[in-house]
């Protein structure tokens, strides 16, 4: 658990902390109005950013997430839990 909680509390911090950063700058200021190429300004660079996060963060948990269960299966394993088979 204490594995699970040190990768989970950080990528939640990380997620929230920049989903609401994004909304309180383009609501309170107008730092991201400024054009990065032609027309086209930086608040649409960090919006697309968002999403690019997410997918990242996604794809990272599942391959954690593949380890937390594996670790949980041996620590079962290791107090002579067996698996229940499936009655229908």
Do not use: C, H
Request: proline share 3%; net charge negative.
């Amino acid at each position: 658990m204490r594995k699970k909680k040190l990768f989970l509390i950080p990528a939640t911090a990380l997620f929230l902390g920049l989903y609401l950063a994004f909304n309180i700058v383009i609501s309170y200021t107008n730092w991201l109005d400024a054009p990065i190429v032609g027309d086209i300004p930086w608040v649409w660079v960090f919006a697309f950013g968002l999403f690019a996060m997410t997918w990242i963060l996604v794809t990272v948990y599942m391959k954690q997430a593949a380890q937390f269960d594996k670790m949980a299966e041996e620590t079962l394993g290791e107090f002579g839990y067996e698996e229940k088979e499936d009655i229908r």
